[in-house]
């Protein structure tokens, strides 16, 4: 099936790089009866009926009209969202088949992800997703085994609490021998509150917990588990169903920036929640997003840490700084008529104006001690660039112009680090074979120079899971190149 390097449209491309390329982020396509028969083996029959009756459920959307969709904000989802032709579908489901083509590709080597999977962490009840999940992963682990030379499957871990991660991290490195993870960052949950007057969870108000600030649960034991297992962290989220991204009738308009989006909320949750702190040498990628929002992401925390942080809000924004007399003059010489007949009012408990009816005092007293940076501390800049810009990968596809963005010096904080993302087997690449000259064009236009393209399809795929595992790429076609980079 695969054509030789000579014939391929990729020669071209291929002859220009003096470095193997590597798929940080491809797709499979689970054969679902496949799936369903580890389940059965795994949980019993009735598990794999309540499976079935979940994702049946969902044909409820195209048996109810416009206005229906409407009055229960029931979000468009995908329309066709996998390969459209032949040869490229039977490729998502057959590892055999997308091992013979990588060639045909000009890849060398690929990490690859699930496709179904990416729904399955959220399944409740617990008993359903822990199954599935488990089930998953054995299968992805018998399926790849003859193909690990070139294809590594990822483990999907659900992480509803830390406890079933912790459990299925364990069994999937230690039992099954998968060196990646995909782990969702961004957990619904039901809110507290709500049950004073809704008593069913699944009807309450939700949040989104990305798992580092703020979260209910402890996931430290998560993180230490993850470093300890030498496995990344990978989050493959998205965002489609939150506020603001449940139209009823687009799944462009839900669809738009909804990887950006979850993965911007986790990324700014585990660098504000310190975990990037205090687990330093832990790496993290946030997967299908591009590269626009961590640019931004990075550039804001930056911004705010120079506005918010203690000191400068000691110094620059506390009510403690007015002059009272001094500010009473002011408004005196040049208010109006109304503004100077509420004055003693307005200095007394309107100061700010975000905060009406309180005191200066007052709103002093409320704000003691705290501290945005709290749980992330930082001296400087150069500590936002090592507790973000290091730990962090980003999946960018092979299309996307901004990832020259990550490499572009001219900001001066530093560069990013894109992962080169085919996502092969889904609709976005409606021709397999395309994906590495798409991303080539990035050189060709002046975008990325060759060493900042050897960074993004090789490199920083090495650093991501060889950082924390030197023998991930042990035994594989790129062990030697992989190796040279990690000694580096």
Known sequence: MATTLKDSKYARVRRKLDHPVIDGDGHWLEPVPVLMEYMREIAGPEVVQAFEKTYRSRAAFYQWDAPERKRRRSARNNWWGTAGNTLDRATGFAPGLMYERLDDFGIDFAVVYPTLGITLSHLAPDELRQAACRALNMMSADMFRPYSNRLAPVALIPSFTPAEAIAEAEFAARALGLKGTMLDCTVRRPIEADAEW?????????????????????????????RELGLAVTTHA???????????SSHVANHVGHFAEANHAAARSLFLGGVTHRYPGLNFAFLEGGIGWAINLYLDLIGHWRKLNRKAMDRELSPANLDLAELRQLLERYGDERLRRNLDALLHEHLDALEPFVTA??????????????DVPIAGEDDIRRLFAEPFYFGCESDDPLTAWAFDGRMGKGKLKPVFSSDIGHFDVTDMTEVLEEAFELVEDGLLGEDDFREFTFANAVKLHGGMNPEFFAGTAVERAAAEVLAG
Do not use: M
Request: with cysteine; hydrophobic share 25%; glycine share 10%.
């Open 198 to 226: 809704q008593p069913d969870p699944a009807r309450r108000r939700q949040y989104v917990d990305a798992l580092g600030l703020d979260s209910p649960y402890d996931y430290d034991p998560v993180w230490a588990k993850c």
């Open 238 to 248: 998205g965002s489609k169903g939150w506020d603001g991204r449940s139209s009823t």
């Open 361 to 374: 005092e007052e709103s002093v007293r409320r704000n003691a001690g705290a501290d945005e940076f709290a």
